[in-house]
């Protein structure tokens, strides 16, 4: 159980998938021009990520059974398209408001590399399925956590300072990542998992 909230505090801040690893940029500095897409983006994510990882890892076991791993990575991209797919459908059909509170942020989670980069971690790092969830788990949610931080000191910034003009926009947060990356690095002590 320790090894899991380990494995889980880890995914989170010492080794968090967008400011230690670099996934997810294109959505992250995207959608982060306000809190409120970023915390719906990252409901969408950590919700896809899960489950996705969740429905791969046996999927995985399969394919190694057979050993065809070689079709892990197609396998991964068309459950992990397949499934938001079905979720955006089903959104659609019996949860209108809430398909329309997420609106173009859905589709925009079947390119978002860190989906994909969980599965191709968990069948590299050989987790079982327990460590596969909250490996899955933990990931999405310090993505969902470095976006919100992104999204608040931007919105913060522009509201009390005047940033210089070829620092507005992607310039600035891609600044301000890089201070937090650097800020997360302190986190590298708190786990015992080696990645």
């Given at each position: 159980?320790?090894?899991?909230?380990?494995?889980?505090?880890?995914?989170?801040?010492?080794?968090?998938i967008?400011?230690?690893?670099?996934l997810?940029?294109?959505?992250?500095?995207?959608?982060?021009?306000?809190?409120?897409?970023?915390?719906?983006?990252?409901?969408?994510?950590?919700?896809?990520?899960?489950?996705?990882?969740?429905?791969?890892?046996?999927?995985?076991?399969?394919?190694?059974?057979?050993?065809?791993?070689?079709?892990?990575?197609?396998?991964?991209?068309?459950?992990?398209?397949?499934?938001?797919?079905?979720?955006?459908?089903?959104?659609?059909?019996?949860?209108?408001?809430?398909?329309e509170?997420?609106?173009i942020?859905?589709?925009?989670?079947?390119v978002?590399c860190?989906?994909?980069?969980?599965?191709?971690f968990?069948?590299?790092?050989?987790?079982?399925?327990?460590?596969?969830?909250?490996?899955?788990?933990?990931?999405?949610?310090?993505?969902t956590?470095?976006?919100?931080?992104?999204?608040?000191?931007?919105?913060?910034?522009?509201?009390?300072?005047?940033?210089?003009?070829g620092?507005?926009?992607?310039?600035?947060?891609?600044?301000i990542?890089?201070?937090?990356?650097?800020a997360?690095?302190?986190?590298?002590?708190?786990?015992?998992?080696?990645?």
């Amino acid at each position: 159980m320790i090894e899991l909230i380990e494995l889980f505090l880890a995914s989170v801040l010492s080794n968090n998938i967008a400011l230690i690893f670099i996934l997810g940029m294109c959505s992250l500095i995207a959608v982060s021009t306000s809190v409120k897409n970023s915390v719906n983006m990252g409901v969408a994510v950590i919700f896809v990520t899960t489950i996705t990882a969740i429905i791969n890892w046996p999927i995985y076991e399969l394919l190694k059974y057979y050993q065809s791993t070689q079709l892990a990575l197609l396998v991964f991209i068309i459950i992990i398209a397949a499934f938001v797919q079905f979720l955006e459908m089903f959104l659609a059909k019996y949860l209108p408001k809430i398909y329309e509170a997420f609106g173009i942020f859905l589709p925009l989670i079947t390119v978002n590399c860190i989906v994909l980069a969980v599965s191709l971690f968990f069948q590299t790092r050989s987790y079982d399925f327990a460590q596969t969830a909250v490996f899955a788990f933990g990931s999405s949610v310090g993505w969902t956590f470095a976006m919100i931080l992104l999204a608040g000191v931007r919105q913060k910034m522009y509201r009390v300072s005047n940033i210089p003009k070829g620092l507005r926009g992607r310039a600035i947060a891609f600044l301000i990542l890089g201070i937090l990356a650097l800020a997360f690095i302190g986190f590298t002590g708190i786990g015992r998992i080696n990645f």
